[in-house]
């Protein structure tokens, strides 16, 4: 729920299991958690399972001097007023309960400090580069581009708000092969279009909208050799205006052309070569990669000169310490997945540790219409884009759509599902439960924050329950910067929606008594403010009117 009283908690266990004598065979961090189900306490301890094992004595039996001494230690450390009682339930869980004036005050502190109440400084200003999507300027954004989009963009958002300092960054690959393919493929479609008969391969980009850049090349009489260029810039300008349209922005576009004239790809060659991780073999140049647990050695240059993709990469990454980034964090495709190892290889090489790389692999997703999936195909061109997913659905419900699974696991996207205007909708329900504490509070003719405020008469299951839901959410960011997966808080504003929903179904607001009506209005603009928080942080419009 809130650090403070989690500290205070795992200081109070701690301190027992010194009085007991166990804090020395207990070598593990306290496992302070939240129970699954709310009837079991606030907060629950399984030290006395993992104890049982070490003392060779009944997991209860062990909970039962633990709890114990806890009731001695609170009363001692006069937290009688924040816990109320501590008890084993089940197997031999340590369960605490809490007062309901420890949840009346950190109510009333939402209310009088906002979203800043909701925050946690975990980050310390620690600088950080997230570079995300980093598609290739050869066709419009896919579905797998957009999901990564919006993981990267929301994950950027809860770093931020954890204070961390962060720069968003797109890594733009506007030079090789690709490029060249691209510009040929814009030449033949214009051949094509003034008449000539062409055998088109089928490893060129096939998707219509190489003739739209053909007429446009021919239009402005731009030269064969400078098609594949034309084409990249062409293509760039409308991934830069879908992603604008997706809410995503980028603090910086970083070009690997710009990088091979910098140098800087060269002097990362010789810093490695002086660290004596760069041999040559069969007229090839290798990277050592081998000396930090990678499979095997790998090719950076090849025997005609050539350099692999490893090479900018190498240096691309190095660059980034270079300005000051303490952490890095990568999002990637599936099919990238092999090669995080030899990059991580290469930040070591360079004396940085392992764990300054975070590297996300995004799953695919698959676009469901009419309970079908959407058949794609990326050879013949024919794949749901980002635009199409944008103008179906809008984007609300297309970034909450793609956060609602973990990262690491497979999404199917139900079009007809996002589109729905009823509880259906997990982006609508949420957004609904928003709209509805607005509407109550534009009708109620008293302001619950002025002057004296009594939570006090706030008993009802529904009324502490929504509280304790609300004071979960820095639960929620914590573990969503520990997973590196933001997809948590989706899960979270559903979960407080529906908190609300059974508060608001069951018990009225306006036209109670004044002291009741002012704390339940005090409660549902509690609710509202960190409703509005995770949904700013998800990058979805706060509607007050549905």
Same mark, same amino acid.
């Not at 500290?7 to 939240?34: M, Q």
């Not at 990568?330 to 090669?339: Q, S, T």
């Not at 290889?345 to 004396?351: D, V």
């Given at each position: 729920?809130?650090?403070?009283?989690?500290?205070?908690?795992?200081?109070?266990?701690?301190?027992?299991?010194?009085?007991?004598?166990?804090?020395? &065979?207990?070598? &593990?961090?306290?496992?302070?958690?939240?129970?699954?189900?709310?009837?079991?306490? #606030?907060?629950?301890?399984?030290?006395?399972?993992?104890?049982?094992?070490?003392?060779?004595?009944?997991?209860?039996?062990?909970?039962?001097?633990?709890?114990?001494?806890?009731?001695? %230690?609170?009363?001692?450390?006069?937290?009688?007023?924040?816990?109320?009682?501590?008890?084993? %339930?089940?197997?031999?869980?340590?369960?605490?309960?809490?007062?309901?004036?420890?949840?009346? @005050?950190?109510?009333?502190?939402?209310?009088?400090?906002?979203?800043?109440?909701?925050?946690?400084?975990?980050?310390?200003?620690?600088?950080?580069?997230? &570079?995300?999507? =980093?598609?290739?300027?050869?066709?419009?954004?896919?579905?797998?581009?957009?999901?990564?989009?919006?993981?990267?963009?929301?994950?950027?958002? /809860?770093?931020?708000?954890?204070?961390?300092?962060?720069?968003?960054?797109?890594?733009?690959?506007?030079?090789?092969?690709?490029?060249?393919?691209?510009?040929?493929?814009?030449?033949?479609?214009?051949?094509?279009?003034?008449?000539?008969?062409?055998?088109?391969?089928?490893?060129?980009?096939?998707?219509?909208?190489?003739?739209?850049?053909?007429?446009?090349?021919?239009?402005?009489?731009?030269?064969?050799?400078?098609?594949?260029?034309?084409?990249?810039?062409?293509?760039?300008?409308?991934?830069?205006?879908?992603?604008?349209?997706?809410?995503?922005?980028?603090?910086?576009?970083?070009?690997?052309?710009?990088? *091979?004239?910098?140098?800087?790809?060269?002097?990362?060659?010789?810093?490695?070569?002086?660290?004596?991780?760069?041999?040559?073999?069969?007229? @090839?140049?290798?990277?050592?990669?081998?000396?930090?647990?990678?499979?095997?050695?790998?090719?950076?240059?090849?025997?005609?000169?050539?350099?692999?993709?490893?090479?900018?990469?190498?240096?691309?990454?190095?660059?980034?310490?270079?300005?000051?980034?303490?952490?890095?964090?990568?999002?990637?495709?599936?099919?990238?997945?092999?090669?995080?190892?030899? /990059?991580? @290889?290469?930040?070591?090489?360079?004396?940085?540790?392992? #764990?300054?790389?975070?590297?996300? /692999?995004?799953?695919?997703?698959?676009?469901?219409?009419?309970?079908?999936?959407?058949?794609?195909?990326?050879?013949?061109?024919?794949?749901?884009?980002?635009?199409?997913?944008?103008?179906?659905?809008?984007?609300?419900?297309?970034?909450?759509?793609?956060?609602?699974?973990?990262? =690491?696991?497979?999404?199917?996207?139900?079009?007809?599902?996002?589109?729905?205007?009823?509880?259906?909708?997990?982006?609508?329900?949420?957004?609904?439960?928003?709209?509805?504490?607005?509407?109550?509070?534009?009708?109620?003719?008293? *302001?619950?924050?002025?002057?004296?405020?009594?939570?006090?008469?706030?008993?009802?299951?529904? %009324?502490?329950?929504?509280?304790?839901?609300?004071?979960?959410?820095?639960?929620? $960011?914590? /573990?969503? $910067?520990?997973?590196?997966?933001?997809?948590?808080?989706?899960?979270?504003?559903?979960?407080? =929606?529906?908190?609300?929903?059974?508060?608001?179904?069951?018990?009225?607001?306006?036209?109670? %008594?004044? =002291?009741?009506?002012?704390?339940?209005?005090?409660?549902?603009?509690?609710?509202?403010?960190?409703?509005?928080?995770?949904?700013?942080?998800?990058?979805?419009?706060?509607?007050?009117?549905?």
């Amino acid at each position: 729920m809130q650090n403070d009283i989690q500290e205070k908690l795992t200081a109070l266990v701690s301190r027992c299991l010194e009085h007991l004598g166990w804090l020395e &065979e207990y070598k &593990e961090n306290i496992p302070l958690d939240l129970p699954t189900d709310n009837r079991f306490g #606030d907060f629950t301890v399984n030290i006395a399972l993992k104890l049982s094992k070490i003392l060779k004595r009944s997991p209860q039996l062990i909970a039962a001097e633990l709890v114990d001494c806890l009731e001695k %230690e609170i009363i001692k450390s006069k937290l009688s007023d924040l816990i109320s009682k501590v008890k084993v %339930e089940g197997a031999g869980f340590v369960n605490f309960y809490l007062n309901a004036g420890y949840f009346h @005050a950190k109510l009333k502190e939402i209310i009088s400090c906002g979203k800043e109440a909701l925050k946690l400084d975990l980050g310390k200003g620690k600088k950080v580069l997230i &570079e995300f999507v =980093s598609a290739n300027p050869t066709g419009c954004l896919s579905v797998a581009h957009a999901r990564q989009a919006a993981v990267g963009d929301c994950f950027a958002n /809860i770093l931020e708000f954890l204070n961390f300092d962060v720069r968003r960054e797109y890594y733009l690959n506007d030079e090789g092969n690709q490029i060249n393919i691209l510009g040929l493929s814009v030449e033949l479609r214009l051949k094509e279009l003034k008449g000539e008969k062409i055998e088109f391969p089928e490893n060129y980009y096939q998707g219509d909208y190489i003739y739209d850049i053909a007429r446009q090349a021919d239009i402005r009489r731009i030269k064969a050799a400078d098609l594949g260029d034309f084409a990249a810039d062409y293509i760039l300008k409308i991934i830069k205006k879908e992603l604008i349209d997706f809410g995503v922005h980028f603090d910086s576009w970083y070009s690997q052309k710009e990088l *091979a004239k910098s140098g800087k790809i060269q002097q990362a060659f010789d810093r490695l070569k002086d660290k004596g991780f760069l041999y040559e073999q069969d007229g @090839a140049l290798w990277f050592k990669s081998t000396a930090f647990g990678d499979d095997k050695d790998r090719v950076i240059v090849k025997s005609d000169g050539s350099q692999t993709y490893l090479a900018p990469d190498i240096a691309y990454h190095q660059d980034k310490f270079n300005q000051g980034f303490s952490w890095l964090i990568n999002l990637w495709g599936p099919d990238h997945h092999g090669y995080i190892n030899r /990059i991580r @290889a290469s930040i070591e090489a360079f004396g940085h540790k392992s #764990d300054e790389l975070s590297v996300i /692999i995004v799953q695919l997703a698959t676009i469901f219409r009419n309970g079908q999936p959407v058949q794609m195909s990326t050879r013949s061109g024919q794949y749901i884009t980002l635009r199409e997913v944008l103008d179906e659905v809008g984007r609300d419900a297309a970034r909450f759509f793609f956060l609602m699974r973990r990262t =690491s696991s497979h999404l199917d996207f139900d079009l007809e599902v996002a589109k729905k205007q009823s509880a259906e909708n997990p982006v609508y329900y949420v957004q609904y439960a928003h709209a509805r504490i607005c509407s109550i509070l534009r009708s109620s003719p008293v *302001a619950p924050d002025k002057g004296d405020l009594d939570l006090s008469v706030l008993k009802e299951k529904e %009324e502490l329950g929504l509280i304790k839901k609300m004071l979960e959410f820095k639960v929620v $960011l914590n /573990i969503c $910067l520990v997973t590196n997966d933001p997809y948590m808080v989706t899960v979270y504003l559903q979960e407080l =929606s529906t908190s609300f929903h059974k508060f608001y179904d069951l018990h009225r607001v306006l036209g109670q %008594e004044d =002291s009741v009506t002012r704390a339940r209005l005090a409660l549902i603009k509690g609710a509202k403010i960190v409703l509005a928080t995770g949904l700013e942080l998800l990058g979805i419009t706060l509607l007050e009117k549905m």
